[in-house]
């Protein structure tokens, strides 16, 4: 264990390479708990605006350098970083661990201080102006242990990694590189080539059809509002793992078009979605949205949650399931159950008459 790294594996310091949205995310949720954030980005005016919202000053020797920008300059800037200081400890971000991983062995970068990891947890909306502290809140964040080959990572980087991670209120999850790769092709980097080939369609479309788009439509392409600059770098990095997913649903596609241009049946291949998005974990398959949503902001404070699931008891209501929203700081926070309609109704009703900041159910 490092001599400036305490048991527990918090730091003071970091200095952040990347001030997009994940990048100032971070370093809004660690100012926010006392860390000594500085960041950096090729674009001097991104620094300047995350710097600001986290009112931070240079970090003249920061323990840990993050690097969140995009893969294809996660080499050189740690280098430059490494130039400076020879103590310094690594961690990246990024979405794609094998190359990452790779490109650190070939570097000077000693592979042991080097931590890979990933938050699973993103917007459709990127920049500095889209971030937020609470951003990791109850996400999973992958990190490697080991790098290529299986070397290990320096126990005192992989304890801050995880003190950084947990801090944050994600959940750590470690994996090899490789499966990290294959699970992101499959729930992440697949739905959004699929969305965003599904939103390509409406280009030519009469907006007056467009006018009749309800919930389907917004919610199945929501993340093709995403950056093309820094999709088309991720996808290319992880094509080995993406392709063979890309074929089969090309296969799948081909089997529909195939039946309904004879008029057959395509019952199966809708029942085979069922199935699949029944495997998404949560409850009823995470489907939280076929509910109706009643929002109730609580203090922070022990003892909360408790008592609004005894309201829930005494007005014989059965909540489906539940999301907690509270960013670092807040004195509140936002609890959205999942109710039938009418368990809604007299759910709100109920906790009204008993003075709970309850909000009208959608």
Known sequence: ????????????????????????SIGLALASRGVSVEMADIDPNAAKLANDLMASAPVEQPEIVLYAGPSSGLKSALESEFKVNKALKFIDIGSVKTKSLLEVSQSSIPTERFLATHPMAGREVGGAQSARADLFQSRNWIYMPAGLGGSPVDADLIAAGLWMIQALGASPVSMTAENHDRAVALVSHLPQVSASLLAAQLRGADSKLL????????????????????????????????????ISLQSDLATFIERLGVSASVSDLIEAGNQGRAKIPGKHGGAAREYALLPVVIEDKPGQLAALFDECASAEVNVEDLTIEHSPGQFTGLITLALSAKDAQILQAHLTKSGWSVHAPR
């Open 1 to 24: 264990m490092s001599p400036n790294t305490p048991q527990n594996g918090q730091f003071a310091s970091i200095k952040i390479i990347g001030s997009g949205l994940i990048g100032t």
């Open 211 to 246: 006018d009749l788009a309800g919930a389907g439509l917004r919610d199945t392409t929501r993340i093709a509002a995403s950056s093309a600059a820094l999709w088309d770098e991720i996808l290319s990095s992880n094509s080995a793992e993406l392709l063979p997913l890309l």
